[in-house]
């Protein structure tokens, strides 16, 4: 479906364009803090809103939950993105740049208050009971303390193991099916991405094309089981940018965020500004954690996280740039030694 596929590339050209606009707009720290001050309030709006669902009550649903085996389990909150996943996958992306933000306020008393403001984000994820959303959360919190303070990684593990006697029966309900081979929602993952393997047989090289039209047209014919029944991309974003961009487009977007996250990891060793170091922690820790979600999300499927998604890298870009400059790229004025009276920038 040519026209479906031109009307999903305008989504993406728009995600490119918020990444060279906040790239480009992000030109100093005072910007910079102005932006993560507002997503900071931002996401603990929409926390508190999950907070007030949950007060007043969300309906279960079967098409997000296995009924039989989450026995006790909630309604998923979901705030106001709708969908409790892409909720979660929302919160892997900005909490960490909240945590970052409160972390940076000088005034101590603000910045007690603020720090346990992000608790409020944290609480909203578990609600939303996307267990890849806790995955996510877990390894970008990692990667945060680990370029933070390597020597709180022992402590945050025991604090961890000591927390889990005091989870509600609801939430260990829900990790033990993690690993449940009976769960309805890993079994519909694991027989939609057998029919796509073999989709990505036949189109691997070129791919199908962008849009769900071209999927829903193409996925019937190679469906296990006629398991077509909500199946409206690979539930994968890895598998779904072979499946619709081919090789090439997988292995460009690989190489890319591959060496996005590795430049990100050196200039945090060697970056001398604090508050863009502490943003780049947020940003490479928020990459690593949605790494984990996209294994069993298609996260781009609605374009609200695509363009958060984008807009996150280029926020990372700008914090990149403004490091290099903070470490001699914008050049500084010193006495020649071989040329007495000579300056040289």
């Keep these: 479906d040519t026209s479906d596929s031109v009307r999903v590339l305008l989504f993406f050209i728009a995600a490119f364009l918020f990444t060279y606009v906040f790239m480009a707009d992000l030109s100093n720290t005072d910007r ?38 989450n026995v006790g389990v909630p309604g998923r909150v979901y705030s ?19 945590v970052a ?27 939303t009971y996307c267990r890849s959303g806790w995955l996510s959360i877990a390894l970008a919190a990692l990667v945060f303390v680990y370029y933070l303070d390597k020597r709180l990684l ?42 796509i393997m073999h989709m990505i047989g036949d189109y691997g ?17 190679y469906a296990l089981n006629g398991a077509t029944e909500g199946v ?15 090789i090439l487009g997988f292995i460009g977007f690989m190489w890319y965020m591959l060496r996005h996250v590795k430049d990100t990891c050196f200039a945090i060793v060697r970056s001398k500004n604090k508050q863009v170091r502490f943003a780049l922690i947020a940003t ?11 294994i069993f999300e298609y996260i781009w499927f609605y374009p609200r996280i695509l363009f958060a998604f984008f807009i996150l890298l280029g926020i990372s870009l700008a914090c990149l740039r403004m490091d290099g ?20 920038t």
């Excluded at 929409?46 to 085996?69: I, K, N, P, W």
């Excluded at 409206?232 to 081919?246: A, D, P, R, V």
């Design 32 to 69: 910079l803090e102005r932006l993560m001050r507002w997503i900071y309030f931002a996401v603990l709006a929409t926390s508190v809103y999950a907070v007030a669902q949950r007060f007043m009550g969300v309906e279960v649903s079967a098409s997000y939950t296995d009924l039989s085996l």
């Design 80 to 98: 106001t993105l709708d969908n409790p996943n892409n909720y979660a996958e929302f919160l892997c992306l900005f909490t960490p740049l909240c």
């Design 101 to 127: 933000w409160a972390m940076q306020r000088k005034n101590p008393t603000a910045r007690f208050i603020f720090c346990c403001g992000t608790a409020l984000p944290l609480l909203a994820l578990v609600m």
């Design 154 to 195: 022992p402590v945050g593990l025991v604090a961890c193991i000591l927390l889990v006697p005091f989870l509600p029966d609801s939430i260990i309900t829900r990790i033990s099916t993690i690993f449940n081979p009976q769960d309805s929602s890993a079994n519909h993952r694991l027989i939609t991405w057998q029919g």
């Design 205 to 221: 090289l070129t791919g199908i094309g962008m849009g769900p039209n071209t999927f829903a047209a193409l996925y019937p014919n």
């Design 232 to 246: 409206y991309h690979s539930q994968m974003l890895y598998m779904e940018l072979i499946l619709e961009t081919g």
């Design 284 to 294: 490479c820790s928020a990459f690593c954690g949605i790494s984990i979600l996209s």
């Design 325 to 344: 400059g903070s470490n001699g790229l914008k050049g500084e004025i010193y006495a020649d030694k071989n040329h007495p009276g000579r300056k040289t």
